[in-house]
């Protein structure tokens, strides 16, 4: 069985930072590309970040370029987003999905392109 958790998320002040995790377990995260998703109330789901297996290729929304990393985790299994200089409009529940389509060059912003999904862990920046 398929199952992805992220970890990591929290409530921190504006400036802060925080680093979430996505796990695998029943699936190789190594072989597909990995996103990050982030939904506020009231708000569509937004697509913030994505890395590629065999290329390595990472891409940003502009609302967090600059500021968020994400990379494949040094924890066998798991891709991280570092999260730095957090600000009140990044609260949100936060979600990491596989995609093999992605890999081959879908749009990466789409969540049709992608298939399992974690559950979310929630970040909430505020003074």
């Known amino acids: 069985q398929v199952q992805l958790v992220e970890s990591g998320g929290g409530l921190v002040r504006p400036g802060a930072s925080l680093t979430l995790s996505c796990g695998g377990s029943?699936?190789?995260?190594?072989?597909?590309?990995i996103g990050w998703f982030r939904q506020a109330p009231g708000k569509e789901r937004e697509a913030i970040s994505c890395?590629?297996?065999?290329?390595?290729?990472?891409f940003y929304a502009d609302s967090v370029k600059g500021r968020f990393t994400i990379s494949r985790g040094n924890q066998k299994n798991t891709v991280d987003l570092q999260m730095n200089n957090l600000k009140p409009e990044d609260t949100a529940v936060y979600y990491c999905?596989?995609?093999?389509?992605?890999?081959?060059?879908?749009?990466?912003?789409?969540?049709?392109?992608?298939?399992?999904w974690g559950q979310g862990t929630q970040v909430t920046v505020s003074s």
């Open positions: 029943g699936i190789n995260l190594d072989f597909l590309a």
């Open positions: 890395i590629t297996s065999t290329e390595r290729n990472t």
């Open positions: 999905a596989t995609s093999f389509p992605v890999e081959y060059g879908s749009n990466w912003q789409l969540a049709d392109s992608y298939d399992h």
